[in-house]
Every structure is written in C-alpha cells, then in structure tokens.
C-alpha cells in the first residue's frame, strides 16, 4: 500500500507527579508523502518517542488523529527500530531477522543480511555483536516484513561518527532498494540533512511544530561543509522565530 501519512496530534498529556496532567505535545500536525524519508528534531524531553509511539499506535491515548491513507497506520505493516536494537539473546542473527516474517521468500534474509554487512554473522548471537552490527540486524529486521511505514528512534545515537555514517549509507541502500514512508528521529541536524527529504522541527517541551523545512538538493549533494552550516544557521533561525523555514537549494 502506497499511502500518505497524517499525522495530527492537538494534544498528548502524561500524568504529572503531583497527579496532575502535564502537556507532552501540542499542535503537531503534519504529512508525509508516500516514500518520503521525513526526520524529526528537536531537544531532549520535547516528546520526539512520543510521536513514534503514537504514529505506531503504541500510545492510543491522545486528542488527535493519525491515518495511512483511510486506515490506522497500526493496521498497516510498521517497521519500529528502537534506540536499542532489542534483539533476542537465545537467537541468532539470522533468527532475529527471520522472526518477524511467517513465510519469507527463498533467499530474502540473505540478501537483507549482506547489504546490511551482516553476512558472515548470521549465526552468530547478539552477545557477540558490536552495538553497530546489533543496530544494522536491527535496521535489517524492520526492513524484513516489507514495511509499509518505517519508524526509527535515534538508531545510531551512541556511535562513532565513522560508524554512524557507514550506517547512513547502509540505511539509504536499503530504503532505496525497499522505498517506503520512514520518520526518522534524530537530534542530530547533519543526520537530518543527510537522509532526509523534508525536517520537522519542533519546540522544547511541550513539543510543538516550529516548522517544516524541505531540503532540497539529491542525497549526493550533500556532502558541502559550508552548505551544512548553512542549514544549521537556517534551523537557529526558526528555533529562534528569526524567520519562516525555506528550502535549502545550496546544500
């Protein structure tokens, strides 16, 4: 199904410690188009998990809506990949990936496994892992039931800059040989920039939409130091209220 997400949350409210209802979003709303690689930015604690869990349908529990097409995107296939990669210990690689699949085609574990770089790994157990080939049988995993919505939480937080962006390039050669919807949460402007097609940009707690700022220019374009600080300065830009966002058309 090739189908545009609406996301539009009035407002998610946590219980307060001193029983009392604290405001966690507000006023977010926004759409993605079929195949559209959108990344989320904001602070800590602005309620960027949050989101995820409501686009996922883990968190129901909000004023609002959210639709893939005319259905609940939760009725769809969702890949989730969380900021660890929760692979189960008494499996292998291999298993772990395989697990989310009833019946895969001959061969489509395989061929998810040796783009990821996991190839020579399969039967090897979690425990046995660095944190970055966890998180790419992670990444691999999500990729495995044919998502029709990809959701990523800070999947390479924690990672050596060298290791992150071996895992960027990765993440690109799968999603493009596998297009789907991803909304992608970083807090890592340079991520963004990199992967994305389009950045939402929200407040400090309680979260709320500052902005949505299409970046323009191929994925291979992007690569320009000076023009990466150009988007920096953008994004200050609208953090502080300077100004209204535009494309980027330099990067």
């Given at each position: ?208 939409m500052l902005a949505s700022v299409p970046i ?13 600080q150009a988007l920096r300065a953008e994004i ?16």
């Amino acid at each position: 199904m090739k189908a545009e997400l609406v996301v539009d949350v009035s407002v998610k409210l946590f219980a307060g410690p001193d029983g009392g209802a604290r405001r966690v979003l507000e006023d977010v709303a926004f759409r993605a188009a079929p195949g559209e690689f959108v990344a989320v930015i904001g602070p800590s604690g602005c309620g960027k998990t949050t989101l995820l869990n409501i686009v996922a349908g883990v968190d129901r529990a909000f004023e609002g809506r959210v639709r893939l097409g005319d259905a609940d995107p939760w009725a769809a296939r969702v890949g989730y990949v969380f900021q660890e990669p929760r692979l189960l210990p008494w499996r292998t690689v291999f298993e772990n990936v395989a697990l989310v699949t009833e019946a895969p085609e001959a061969g489509t574990i395989e061929r998810l496994l040796d783009q990821a770089g996991l190839a020579a790994a399969r039967d090897q157990y979690p425990q046995s892992l660095s944190l970055g080939m966890a998180r790419r049988a992670a990444i691999a995993r999500a990729f495995a039931i044919g998502p029709e919505l990809l959701l990523m939480d800070e999947p390479f937080e924690s990672l050596d800059e060298a290791t992150a962006e071996r895992m960027r390039a990765m993440l690109v050669a799968l999603w493009s040989a596998r297009p789907t919807t991803v909304l992608f949460v970083t807090h890592d402007i340079d991520e963004a920039a990199t992967l994305a097609d389009r950045i939402i940009l929200l407040s400090a707690s309680p979260g709320r939409m500052l902005a949505s700022v299409p970046i323009a220019p191929p994925r291979d374009r992007r690569g320009d130091p000076a023009a990466r600080q150009a988007l920096r300065a953008e994004i200050a830009a609208v953090q502080r209220g300077d100004r209204d966002p535009a494309p980027i058309p330099s990067l």
